[in-house]
C-alpha cells in the first residue's frame, strides 16, 4: 500500500504563503493540524472558499471565545477506558486518537489535546463491559479514526467482537475514505477481514464522513466499491458545516453523489458548540431552513437523512418551525422516559443548541396522546 505522506504542522503546507502560514499557526497549535498529501491534493488553492480548505486548514477565528470541550458530555457516559454505553443496545468505543487529517469542526478535538487519556488501546475492559451486557447489541468503532489502527490490530478488535454472541453489528465510523482512500482499496487484508467478519445476519457497517461532493472522487468511489463487494453496508453523516455545505445545492449534490454509488446518506449533524467550532456552526433555524429546501430535490435514496443534534439528552431530531415555533422530537433518548417525546420552543434564531432556547413551552409524550385518544 502507497504511504500516506501526512502533513503535521501547517509550516509544511507548501501550497500556503508564509504570511498566511504565521497567521493560522495559533489555531493549528491549539487544536491540532494534520492533513495528507492526497487531501491537499484535491484543493483549489486559487480558491480561498475552496470547501475541502475549509474542512482541513485552520481559520483563525477558532481562537473565538465559544463552547466546551466536552459539548455533548461523553464522560457521563463513559463506563470503561474509551467506552460510552449512552443508549441500551449501542456502545461506542474510542479505538485512537489519531486521523487521516484533523477536521477543523471535530466535536472530539479534545482528543487530539495534549494530557487527554480518553483513548486506550487496551480494549480488554472495554470488551469486558461489553460481553457483560447481553442488551448490546451494536458496538460503534469510532475515535479518532478505526482505519488508522493498523490492520493487525482492528483484526483482532473485530475477531474479539465476532466472538460476543450478542453483538450483532459493528459500525466503523471512519473518514479515511475521503481523507485517504487507499487505504481500503490498496489493502486487500483489511478487505479480507471485513468480508471474514461482515456476516449475513451480523453485518459490519461503514459509517463514512463525506462532508461535500469534492471528497468523492474516483479513488474514494473505487474503495467504496471494494468495500460494497466485501459485504460491507455504507451509510454517510455529515455535519452541517459553515461554507462546506451550508447551501441546499450543495447538500443535494452531496446526497445525490453518495446515493448513486450506493451509500446511503444516514445522519445530517449539527455541528456541536464545541471549542473551537464557532466559525464553523449554522444556526438551527438556517439549518431548519436549508434542510427544508433540501427535501424533494433528489429521489428518496438521496433524502433519507435526518437532520440532528447530538445532545447529552439524546439524539435529537430538529423537525420543522412555524413562524411562531420550533418542534422538536427524540430520535434517541439517554432517558427512557423522554423516548419520542416533541419539544416545542418559541423562535429563536440565534440558537445553535437545545439549550439556547431555554425551557420548551410544550412537552408532548406521543404515547399520552395516543392512549388519550
Ligand atoms: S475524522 Fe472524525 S474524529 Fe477525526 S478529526 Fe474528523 S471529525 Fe474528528
Keep these: 500500500m502507497a504511504k500516506a505522506n501526512y502533513i503535521n504542522e ?57 463552547g466546551e470541550l466536552d459539548a455533548s458530555c461523553e464522560h457521563r457516559f463513559t463506563v470503561a477506558p474509551g467506552l460510552e454505553h449512552k443508549y441500551p443496545d449501542t456502545a461506542l468505543l474510542l479505538t485512537t486518537n489519531v486521523c487521516g487529517g484533523v477536521c477543523r469542526f471535530c466535536f472530539r ?11 486506550t488501546l487496551d480494549y480488554a475492559p472495554a470488551l469486558d463491559y461489553i460481553r457483560g451486557h447481553k442488551e448490546i447489541n451494536n458496538v ?32 466503523i465510523g471512519s473518514k479515511l475514505p475521503a481523507y485517504y482512500p487507499f487505504r481500503l482499496s490498496e489493502d486487500g487484508e483489511l478487505l479480507e477481514v471485513l468480508a471474514r467478519f461482515s456476516k449475513p445476519h451480523r453485518r459490519i457497517y461503514l459509517m463514512t ?14 474503495a467504496v466499491e471494494m468495500v460494497l463487494k466485501a459485504g460491507v453496508i455504507i451509510c454517510n453523516q455529515t455535519p452541517l458545516i459553515r461554507g462546506v455545505n451550508d447551501d441546499p445545492d450543495t447538500l443535494v449534490e452531496l446526497f445525490e453523489k453518495l446515493s448513486f454509488i450506493g451509500v446511503a446518506p444516514y445522519y445530517l449533524f449539527q455541528v456541536r458548540p ?33 437532520y440532528i443534534m447530538s445532545h447529552a439528552r439524546g439524539k435529537i431530531e430538529m423537525v420543522g418551525m412555524t413562524e411562531e415555533e420550533v418542534f422538536f422530537r427524540f430520535h434517541r433518548a439517554a432517558d427512557p422516559a423522554d423516548r419520542g417525546h416533541f419539544l416545542v420552543y418559541p423562535r429563536n434564531p440565534e440558537a445553535y443548541w437545545l439549550d439556547d432556547y431555554g425551557e420548551p413551552s410544550q412537552e408532548l409524550d406521543p404515547l399520552e396522546v395516543l392512549n388519550a385518544n
Design 10 to 66: 501547517i509550516e509544511e503546507v507548501p501550497q500556503i504563503s508564509p504570511a498566511d502560514r504565521i497567521l493560522l499557526k495559533d489555531a493549528a497549535d491549539c487544536f491540532s493540524f494534520r492533513a495528507n498529501g492526497y487531501y491537499l491534493s484535491l484543493i483549489d488553492w486559487d480558491d480561498p472558499e475552496d470547501p475541502l480548505r475549509r474542512i482541513v486548514i485552520p481559520d483563525p477565528a477558532e481562537l473565538d471565545e465559544w
Design 109 to 119: 478535538k479534545r482528543l487530539f489535546m495534549c494530557e487527554n487519556r480518553e483513548t
Design 140 to 171: 460503534l468503532l469510532s475515535g479518532g479514526d478505526p482505519l488508522m489502527l493498523s490492520t493487525g490490530r482492528l483484526t483482532r478488535l473485530l475477531g474479539a467482537l465476532r466472538e460476543i454472541e450478542h453483538v450483532r453489528i459493528i459500525r
Design 209 to 222: 464522513h463525506f462532508n461535500h461532493a469534492n471528497e468523492i472522487t474516483e479513488h474514494a468511489v473505487r
Design 274 to 306: 464545541t471549542v473551537g467550532n464557532r466559525p464553523y456552526v449554522v444556526p438551527i433555524e438556517e439549518g431548519i431552513e436549508i434542510v427544508e429546501l433540501t427535501g424533494g430535490r433528489c429521489s428518496g435514496l438521496a433524502n433519507r437523512i435526518r
